[in-house]
């Protein structure tokens, strides 16, 4: 069925998100996104409508199963933000496999939610055989129907979800992916090689019925054949004859073959007509009862999940440069309203064009501190090494970056670019990238034009640089051929701070003589301090 984002969203605004996270969030049904995150920049979480019209938009569902359904779905997509790995590349196969996690580990977090119930309900599931390898290992991971003698793939499914069930949004997924891949490559192997041995068995047992009818045929024209001699035959042949055996195979195959818990759903099902009305949502759930117990042992709490959730919104909230920050803008605005107070006082009017005639531009103000502003606007455009080098400050980083934020929400009249530089110039669209540092460094000429395309109009313009490591170090050979070479020269302007440890003193010593440049072997911190002092002096 097609069910509009208006009824999503109504059912959305519903939910007691905020009493799952741990405090209020803002939560959004998005009608584009094609799939659900957290934005840091937002501090909000965005919720994928598309995602959640495709489960189900092949799915007739009643009046009364619709709320239900879209309940677990939104909850569902709610998991996948905070549970999921945000680096894990998705395949089929992985998607599966975390969607049976993340339902699993939150099977007991959210009330009247039932995750497996709704699978049932999207895929309209009664027991029915799988009849392709692709199919089977779905209906292993989602619905716990496990052909083995032994039950080993759930068995080894469980074992898999235990062993990741603390993953969350923070987390790598290399060795979570492998062991899913490898999972799924094994199940396939063995599903098609059971399959063939069915079919063979099959193919076999058709040609002994046939020999069996041919026999029968021929002892019909037998005389003379006295009852006890038949039965002593019969029982003959049922201790090391062919109808034993071809009993044993038969059994065999309905345990090892891909629907044994369908068969025995189906020998088990009531005939009785006073049990027509048993909800066919209920037998189906008799699949998933056979292992809950188990399935159990991976399920966590709801304080897990606040746990979980809280290292993922909370990651990069920090009180301290938050509230430091925060008294930068409190003081502005405070002289900011002294000073409009103090020229409204004038009852005059003062034309600067007339008095100064073509001189007006010399009416800039300047700030007690002996910054000039020409503009009201502030913007700063913040280049920063992200090579590998610079790894371990990703998260004082993204820290930082968040708390900017902050401060562009509560001022309006400031603004900030960030820039990311290692192998490539990376120009962030909106601030709800996170910061990651990874391979070597690469500045090329390429920085004159990212420079001009960041520089805004009207504005008073600020570049802060940041470099931990050889700005150039991949390129040193050409630097070393070429003396002119100067990576740095291009951030050759007076409203420019650059700060480097001494990898980049040789190639900043000379061809820089405008803006200011600090060598440290603190870089993230002095840069962190020279942004919120340099907010101080110009906002």
Same mark, same amino acid.
């Given at each position: ?23 209020? =969030? ?50 569902? $997509? ?12 998705? *395949? ?16 007991? +977090? ?7 119930? /709704?699978?049932?309900?999207?895929? !309209? ?33 469980? &074992? ?14 290399? &060795? ?15 599903? !098609? ?37 038949? $039965? ?22 309905? +345990? ?17 007509? *006073? ?36 290292? =993922? ?6 009180? +301290? ?17 002294? !000073? ?12 600067? #064009? ?26 700063? !455009? ?39 530089? /290692? ?14 540092? $990874? ?65 980049? #003193? ?15 072997? #603190? ?17």
């Amino acid at each position: 069925m097609i069910v509009t984002y208006n009824l999503v969203n109504e059912i959305f605004k519903t939910l007691p998100i905020g009493f799952y996270l741990g405090r209020n =969030i803002e939560c959004t049904l998005s009608a584009t996104d094609h799939g659900s995150y957290y934005n840091m920049k937002k501090d909000s979480i965005v919720i994928s409508y598309p995602m959640i019209e495709q489960a189900i938009k092949h799915v007739d569902l009643t009046n009364k199963e619709i709320e239900s359904v879209i309940r677990g779905l939104l909850y569902h $997509e709610i998991s996948h933000v905070i549970l999921t790995p945000r680096d894990m590349d998705v *395949t089929n196969a992985r998607n599966i496999v975390e969607d049976e996690r993340i339902e699993t580990v939150n099977k007991n +977090v959210f009330l009247n939610t039932n995750f497996k119930n /709704n699978i049932y309900l999207i895929n !309209n599931y009664h027991g029915e055989p799988a009849k392709t390898a692709d199919q089977a290992f779905y209906h292993l991971v989602r619905f716990h129907v496990d052909s083995s003698k032994d039950n080993c793939w759930i068995t080894r499914l469980v &074992g898999l979800l235990s062993r990741y069930k603390n993953l969350t949004a923070n987390s790598k997924s290399r &060795g979570y992916a492998y062991d899913i891949d490898r999972f799924y490559r094994d199940f396939i192997k063995d599903w !098609n090689k059971n399959k063939e041995a069915e079919e063979s068995t099959k193919s076999e047992s058709d040609s002994s019925s046939t020999d069996t009818e041919e026999s029968n045929s021929s002892s019909e024209n037998t005389s003379d054949i006295n009852d006890e001699t038949t $039965e002593e035959t019969h029982e003959t042949d049922s201790e090391n004859g062919e109808p034993e055996d071809d009993k044993e195979i038969e059994d065999d195959t309905v +345990v090892n073959g891909p629907s044994s818990n369908d068969s025995e759903d189906i020998a088990e099902e009531p005939k009785d007509s *006073t049990d027509d009305n048993i909800d066919d949502t209920t037998e189906a759930n008799k699949f998933e009862d056979k292992f809950s117990e188990i399935f159990d042992s991976v399920a966590k709490t709801k304080d897990d999940f606040i746990n979980s959730a809280h290292a =993922i919104i909370d990651r990069y909230n920090d009180p +301290v440069l938050k509230n430091r920050l925060s008294e930068i803008i409190d003081r502005k605005l405070k002289q900011n309203k002294s !000073n409009g107070s103090a020229i409204n006082s004038y009852s005059g009017r003062l034309n600067i #064009k007339s008095v100064t005639r073509d001189d007006y531009k010399w009416w800039i103000q300047q700030n007690r501190e002996g910054h000039i502003r020409r503009f009201s606007n502030v913007h700063f !455009n913040l280049f920063i090494d992200n090579s590998g080098s610079f790894r371990r400050n990703d998260d004082n980083m993204n820290t930082f970056i968040k708390a900017l934020d902050y401060v562009q929400k509560r001022n309006s009249n400031f603004t900030f670019d960030v820039i990311t530089i /290692n192998t490539e110039i990376r120009e962030w669209k909106d601030h709800d990238n996170v910061f990651e540092s $990874e391979g070597g460094n690469r500045l090329t000429d390429e920085i004159k034009d990212v420079i001009k395309r960041h520089t805004k109009a009207q504005v008073n313009n600020y570049n802060i640089v940041l470099f931990d490591g050889n700005a150039h170090l991949d390129d040193e050979f050409i630097y070393n051929k070429n003396k002119n070479m100067e990576p740095f020269r291009h951030f050759n302007t007076n409203n420019t701070i650059i700060i480097s440890d001494m990898h980049n #003193k040789r190639y900043i010593d000379g061809s820089v003589t405008k803006a200011r440049v600090t060598y440290t072997a #603190k870089y993230c911190d002095e840069f962190i301090d020279c942004i919120c002092n340099l907010l101080e002096k110009v906002i």
